[in-house]
């Protein structure tokens, strides 16, 4: 049990039962968006940094908005590299800088989120995956440009469901200026794995 405090009192709430897997999740709606983050984004071969805010939307997805949001408390993705950037497809992160970090949540996979029919645009943010059940920490960002085509098939596998957006205009935001000259990773390209 929990409680919060609004103008006309406190409120309690009792969190459901739990389903079968133990899990119990509570979803404020209230007046808010979502959760807002900052990101401090290094460009032009560390000359400069911009921010890039994203828009956390735990109704969406609420397994992977807590994964992501927990990652970033415990200061996951500090310094991590966009390890691969592919225009008008999608911006993918999450090798963490610190390797013991990284070894530890390599095999703490979280189970997928139920799709509620969010489709997926240009700057919408999803976990990567291998395969049903498999999300660990790397996530992705859809870039400006996509097509629609691709746009459709984002969604498809059980692990991508968006849990977050780039917050304002994606075509201007630094998401749509990073570097992106090394190429996609094999097979769907001749960049370095």
Request: aromatic share 12%; charged share 25%.
């Amino acid at each position: 049990e929990f409680s919060y405090v609004l103008p006309d009192g406190r409120h309690y709430v009792v969190p459901p039962p739990p389903n079968s897997l133990g899990e119990q999740f509570v979803i404020l709606a209230g007046e808010s968006e979502g959760f807002r983050v900052r990101c401090e984004i290094t460009t032009n071969s560390r000359e400069s940094t911009e921010n890039l805010d994203i828009l956390v939307k735990p109704y969406w997805a609420p397994r992977g908005a807590n994964r992501f949001l927990e990652l970033v408390r415990n200061g996951y993705y500090d310094g991590v590299a966009l390890n691969r950037v592919v225009p008008q497809f999608l911006t993918q992160f999450g090798i963490a800088r610190d390797y013991e970090m990284r070894t530890n949540l390599r095999e703490n996979t979280i189970l997928d989120d139920f799709d509620i029919g969010e489709k997926f645009k240009p700057g919408y943010i999803s976990f990567a995956g291998s395969g049903p059940d498999s999300r660990t920490t790397e996530i992705f960002v859809v870039m400006p440009g996509t097509s629609q085509h691709q746009l459709d098939f984002f969604g498809e596998n059980p692990w991508e469901t968006p849990f977050a957006m780039v917050e304002g205009d994606v075509e201007a935001s630094v998401i749509a200026r990073i570097f992106s000259g090394y190429g996609d990773m094999p097979p769907w390209g001749s960049g370095k794995l």
